[in-house]
């Protein structure tokens, strides 16, 4: 699960990368929508709406390719639950993360009785790390893509995230490589290419993730907001707040960012707390009204 929220992050927060690897379109108009379908509710991975041409990317990551109930039948289900709600082009890949033999990673179709629904599938061990080298928001991903020397390919993931200036994003991307590449690599080796100090602009962020999942979110965000609270660091706690408002609630107005960022450590832990309850930011501006 780590795996797979640390793919949704990706994609959510990086959208338009996303379109153009994978449907080879250069998007300037792409909304993030709710990922979760009614009647019965379930939960896709990611969905972006290409709003020029009216047209759904929904992608699903796997790290195992069991699932119940199977893949075929979810993808089937997602389609005809988006093609209610939008009524438009959807598109919907599949990517499998951790190499394996197994015959189900290369089942692109749904077949029964009277229906055939097919989607396309990325075995991302088979793919070409260049693409991935070369898009920062793909750095991640790049730590699972083809390699006849793996190591290698890791060494260049982190040089590429080393040149990253701005210091929140290489944090982000940081963490998210360190916990990605744990699907190939081992961990320690990991650790040792990832510098220290780029681990630290992100690393209560990266425990969010990772303990958030293991352990319940309110429990990891506890936790991850505690570690900064600790060294007594408001900044990093602003970003902390901010990352989770902004996978929430998408991109935040100027006006309620700066609000966010005056606030003092305690105020932020009580909005750490406060912001699960939030499903617009109209809730979000309420709560710092008052």
Not at 204 to 220: A, L, N, S
Request: proline residues 5%.
């Amino acid at each position: 699960m780590a795996y797979d929220n640390i793919c949704k992050y990706l994609a959510e927060e990086y959208p338009s990368e996303f379109f153009h690897w994978l449907l080879g379109e250069e998007p300037r108009d792409i909304q993030v929508l709710k990922t979760e379908l009614s009647a019965e509710p379930i939960q896709a991975d990611a969905l972006s709406l290409l709003q020029s041409t009216n047209q759904i990317l929904h992608i699903e990551f796997q790290t195992l390719p069991q699932s119940e109930p199977p893949l075929p039948f979810r993808m089937l289900d997602y389609w005809v639950r988006l093609q209610r709600k939008y009524r438009c082009p959807i598109d919907q890949v599949v990517i499998f993360l951790k190499s394996t033999t197994s015959d189900l990673v290369f089942n692109n179709e749904f077949r029964d009785t009277n229906t055939w629904h097919r989607y396309r599938i990325i075995r991302l061990w088979e793919q070409d790390p260049q693409p991935l080298l070369a898009n920062r928001a793909l750095l991640p991903l790049a730590t699972l893509a083809r390699s006849n020397n793996p190591n290698r390919l890791l060494e260049q993931v982190v040089a590429e995230v080393d040149r990253i200036e701005e210091k929140p994003l290489r944090g982000n991307l940081a963490a998210c490589v360190d916990v990605l590449a744990g699907l190939r690599f081992d961990k320690e080796l990991v650790r040792r290419l990832l510098r220290e100090e780029i681990m630290e602009e992100s690393v209560t962020y990266q425990d969010i993730i990772q303990k958030g999942v293991q352990k319940g979110i309110q429990q990891g965000i506890q936790q991850g907001l505690q570690q900064g609270l600790d060294r007594g660091k408001q900044e990093e706690a602003v970003l902390i707040v901010m990352r989770l408002l902004t996978l929430r609630l998408g991109l935040l107005d100027p006006v309620l960012q700066q609000q966010i960022e005056g606030l003092s450590i305690t105020r932020l832990e009580e909005l750490s707390e406060a912001l699960l309850d939030f499903n617009t930011a109209t809730d979000l501006a309420v709560w710092l009204e008052h």
